[in-house]
């Protein structure tokens, strides 16, 4: 004689619901790439239009520009 038990059925805990944190910012956060650099530095030649200026003045600036924090403006 076969008896089911339905109480012998596994029960699942619900897994705990866990926030994960924002990454903490850390230095390397703060320095600007390669690619975003060439991208400013070419829009800040493009916005001389053809005045005096350099690659490597262009590329300081540009540097300068993104490592500099912004804050927004409202």
């Known amino acids: 004689m076969s008896h089911h038990n339905r109480h012998n ?7 705990p619901k866990t926030t994960t944190p924002p990454p903490a910012q850390d230095a390397t956060d703060l320095v ?8 400013r ?3 800040i030649c493009q916005n ?3 005045g005096p200026g350099d690659a490597l ?9 993104l490592k500099t924090p912004r804050v927004a403006k409202f």
Request: aromatic share 6%; glycine share 4%.
């Open 48 to 50: 001389r239009n053809g």
């Open 9 to 15: 059925k596994p029960t699942e805990a619900a897994a």
């Open 57 to 65: 003045t262009d590329w300081t600036q540009a540097e300068k520009e």
């Open 41 to 43: 530095a070419y829009e």
């Open 32 to 39: 600007p790439n390669v690619a975003s650099i060439r991208t």
